[in-house]
C-alpha cells in the first residue's frame, strides 16, 4: 500500500478513505487479510499510533474486524461493503454538484456531459 497524503486532513482519515476505495474497487476483497497495524505504518511511513487510530476507526465502522491472535481482515458483511460504494459516490456527485451549480449547467446537459466522460477510454 503506497500513499500520497494531503496537508488538510488528518492521516488517518486518510487511510481510512484508501482502505474504502480500495474495496470499493474490489482491490480489497471480503475476509482478505490486511497488513498489520506495524506493517501498515512502515509502509506508510507513518507513526503506528496513526495507523492504530485507523484500524479502531475502520474497526468501529465494521470496515474490518479482528479475531482473537488472528490478522485483521476485511468485512465481509455485504450492507457494509455496499454502504462504503455508496458513500464514495455521493461524496464525488455532491463534490462535483456544489462545483457546477454556480455556472448554472442546465441539468440535461451536465448529464449529457457526464455521460460522454463516462464512456470515454482511459
Given at each position: 500500500m503506497r500513499a500520497n497524503f494531503n496537508n488538510r486532513d488528518p492521516?488517518?482519515?486518510q487511510v481510512i478513505r484508501q482502505f474504502k476505495e480500495k474495496i470499493a474497487a474490489g482491490m480489497l476483497e471480503p475476509?482478505?487479510?490486511i497488513p498489520s497495524r506495524?506493517?501498515?505504518a512502515n509502509q506508510l511511513k507513518i507513526?503506528?499510533?496513526t495507523a492504530q487510530r485507523a484500524y479502531k476507526e475502520m474497526e468501529e465502522q465494521k470496515l474490518i474486524f479482528t479475531e482473537r491472535n488472528n490478522p485483521s481482515r476485511i468485512t465481509k458483511d455485504e450492507a457494509v461493503l455496499r454502504d462504503v460504494?455508496?458513500?464514495l459516490i455521493a461524496e464525488a456527485v455532491n463534490s462535483f454538484v456544489?462545483?457546477?451549480r454556480p455556472i448554472?449547467?442546465?441539468l440535461n446537459?451536465?448529464?449529457g456531459m457526464i455521460e460522454k466522460k463516462y464512456k470515454e477510454e482511459v
Open positions: 492521516v488517518y482519515i475476509g482478505q487479510e506495524r506493517e501498515l507513526n503506528p499510533n460504494r455508496e458513500e456544489t462545483a457546477v448554472n449547467v442546465p446537459e451536465v448529464i
